[in-house]
């Protein structure tokens, strides 16, 4: 019988990872309430455990089951004993029994995930530049309110589920707390013009930098006000960053593009988990393509259609495909 508690999966996070938890201990009790723990033992002891984390992802006007995968770890004398195979393995099949289209995770190694058949699927583009050089913006005719989660969630929700978001995450209102109530505390601003929200920022302070966690315009007012609220700073700090999605175009709106510093940062990896849930949203790829699933032999299928030759993928490439030709994107920080 498992006997484990949060706090043995507490001290295993922090052994096997030699670090404090992002948003501190709290944060990670967070997360358990949601979260499934795989685990395995020896000689009665944790030795080795990973979590599933049930999310929603956007993809094509619709919503998905996505398994978010964390604190894959072991102990120094339990690595190498096949324990985490056993463990990806068995939630991979659980998740496909209950008909989870996608998995995403942030690998310590890309190398390493490949065998259970995830690929390289998404970046992040970093932008840092003087915040006298940060765009101007310009405060047009509405407002931007400063506030607080609490005070404001249904209209950062309600922002957030009409922007563009092939990929990233539905939040409830567990995962809006979780990642900014626990995971961090930053700030929250809203646009509103006419009795209508249409944009927010959500963002930090570190030293002398402004860091931009998030944000979403729905309207080029929106995102000229945001901007202005953003250079309004520039007085009290001397840098601003911005870990922003890949579709971000933020070098086209600055004034001295060369002057800034801007990365192409790999992120997450993906894989299909259920195939078949999966095309019934996406429908079949416009390639006749065999699919060859390791782990999953349910998945070893010929979809699609085309004049083409049937090509052969494993399932970790046909993912990072459709996902890339897409246009998917990740808001959120794991």
Not at 37 to 59: C, R, T
Not at 142 to 148: D, E, F, L, M, Q
Not at 212 to 240: D, M, P, Q, R
Request: glycine share 6%.
């Amino acid at each position: 019988m498992n006997t484990d508690t949060t706090q043995d999966y507490l001290h295993l996070a922090k052994y096997a990872f030699h670090k404090e938890i992002t948003g501190g201990d709290q944060a990670f009790y967070k997360l358990l309430e949601f979260a499934k723990v795989y685990s395995h033992h020896e000689n009665d002891a944790l030795s080795s455990m990973l979590i599933e984390l049930p999310f929603n992802v956007f993809w094509k006007q619709e919503i998905i089951k996505m398994a978010g995968v964390g604190y894959v770890a072991s102990y120094p004398e339990a690595r190498g004993n096949g324990a985490i195979r056993k463990l990806m393995t068995q939630m991979l099949k659980d998740e496909y029994q209950k008909g989870t289209a996608l998995s995403y995770l942030a690998p310590f190694s890309y190398h390493f995930y490949e065998k259970f058949g995830y690929a390289y699927a998404f970046d992040r583009k970093y932008y840092q530049l003087k915040a006298t050089l940060f765009p101007q913006g310009n405060k047009g005719s509405g407002t931007v309110r400063r506030t607080s989660l609490d005070d404001s969630f249904e209209a950062l929700e309600q922002i957030h589920h009409r922007a563009f978001n092939q990929g990233s995450i539905a939040r409830d209102r567990e995962k809006w707390e979780y990642y900014f109530a626990y995971k961090s505390h930053p700030y929250f601003a809203i646009y509103e013009e006419k009795g209508k929200k249409t944009g927010y920022l959500i963002y930090e302070f570190e030293g002398q930098t402004f860091v931009i966690k998030e944000l979403i315009a729905l309207t080029t007012a929106a995102k000229e006000a945001l901007y202005h609220f953003i250079s309004s700073h520039a007085g009290a700090f001397e840098t601003i960053s911005w870990l922003a999605p890949i579709n971000e175009k933020l070098e086209q709106e600055v004034k001295e593009p060369a002057a800034m510093t801007i990365e192409i940062k790999p992120y997450m990896m993906a894989r299909i988990v259920n195939l078949s849930e999966f095309l019934k949203v996406n429908g079949q790829p416009d390639f006749s393509v065999e699919i060859r699933d390791d782990l999953i032999p349910e998945n070893n299928q010929v979809i699609g259609a085309g004049d083409a030759p049937t090509q052969k993928m494993t399932i970790g490439a046909f993912t990072a495909e459709m996902l890339r030709k897409n246009g998917s994107i990740l808001r959120e920080y794991f």
